[in-house]
């Protein structure tokens, strides 16, 4: 297994992606009193379907970018999205961009491993005595007590950082999906999204409607669920006070916001394919797609992935469901609106 430029294996890195999701998954699900863990209703969106499918991680090892730009030439990845803040990463993107115009990039914001852009010694309450992130198990239990102004001066750090290098920015997302899962840390993604003005990821994960799931379960969900169980037993004070900053209510809320002010996102976000990687996952998700633009977040470096992304099967299933595989570039120029 090649080590990335952390000097951890991908795998090491990238198990605990719903990690955070335990922990909203648990409160929505199993934690809330009888009676208030039912699924909201979701929106109704008219319309085609369009579908972005993403890889996450690019700039974590070369394996990883490799798998990515292989399933953008030979597969049906239409975009990635790329770590800055790793010892390599500008260079990597850069040369990435060179070498693959068309490929659109956005950026992977990251508060879970490798060093900050910004100065450690400006971010006490983010990183730990070595001046790196903490890992996503131990900043959750740090969340509540870490400065939003830290918090804001690192992403806006990493997307500077990021336009600097003369690579487009295509759309903004985040590494765990915890700016998002953690509401008020997605109050600063909308802020650089209108400061940038950039596209972003849907902060609310489609799980949480119950209404998309793959043919054969497990996976993401019984990682997310054991790790968020373990959580909420064995930090009861901590998670209790934190349910309102990550139930269902909250993500929506964060979505009418941004859409009130005007920053463009995909109508769906699809958190089902994490950890479910065989084209018959793939192709059940496909099937079950709502109206509207939905994105699919996937890890081309994770094992099986990058297979599935390039199986005929697979193709097929997007001509057969009448799919329209778009990029977040279609948001800012309202293509996909007919």
């Given at each position: 297994m090649e080590l990335n430029r952390t000097g951890l294996s991908a795998n090491q890195l990238k198990w605990p992606a719903s990690a955070l999701y335990t922990l909203s998954l648990f409160f929505i699900m199993g934690f809330l009193p009888a009676g208030c863990g039912t699924p909201p209703e979701p929106k109704q969106v008219a319309g085609d379907k369009y579908l972005i499918v993403n890889g996450d991680d690019l700039c974590l090892d070369a394996e990883t970018d490799q798998a990515i730009i292989t399933a953008f030439n030979y597969g049906i990845l239409t975009s990635t999205s790329a770590f800055i803040n790793l010892p390599h990463s500008v260079k990597t993107l850069q040369q990435i961009h060179r070498e693959n115009p068309e490929l659109p990039i956005g950026l992977h914001l990251n508060l879970t491993f490798g060093a900050p852009v910004s100065s450690a010694e400006m971010l006490p309450n983010l990183v730990n005595k070595n001046g790196e992130f903490y890992d996503i198990g131990k900043i959750l239990r740090r969340l509540s007590d870490i400065p939003l102004e830290e918090v804001r001066k690192e992403l806006f750090a990493q997307t500077?950082?990021?336009?600097?290098?003369?690579?487009?920015?295509?759309?903004?997302?985040?590494?765990?999906?915890?700016?998002?899962?953690?509401?008020?840390?997605?109050?600063?993604?909308?802020?650089?999204?209108?400061?940038?003005?950039?596209?972003?990821?849907?902060?609310?994960?489609?799980s949480i409607y119950k209404t998309i799931s793959p043919e054969t379960k497990g996976g993401g969900n019984s990682a997310s669920m054991g790790k968020l169980l373990l959580f909420g037993i064995t930090h009861p004070f901590k998670s209790i006070p934190m349910m309102s900053k990550v139930s269902p209510e909250a993500f929506m809320e964060q979505e009418r916001l941004m859409y009130t002010e005007g920053i463009k996102s995909p109508d769906w976000f699809i958190d089902s394919f994490y950890g479910n990687a065989t084209p018959e996952n793939f192709i059940s998700i496909l099937q079950q797609l709502p109206n509207g633009v939905s994105e699919i977040m996937c890890h081309p470096g994770m094992e099986g992935e990058v297979t599935v992304l390039t199986h005929p099967k697979v193709k097929e299933a997007i001509e057969i469901q009448n799919l329209q595989l778009i990029s977040y570039r279609y948001l800012e120029e309202g293509k996909w609106k007919n």
């Open positions: 500077e950082l990021f336009v600097s290098t003369g690579v487009p920015l295509d759309h903004i997302d985040c590494h765990h999906h915890l700016a998002a899962l953690f509401t008020p840390y997605f109050q600063i993604v909308r802020e650089l999204a209108l400061t940038y003005d950039v596209p972003v990821r849907n902060p609310v994960p489609v």
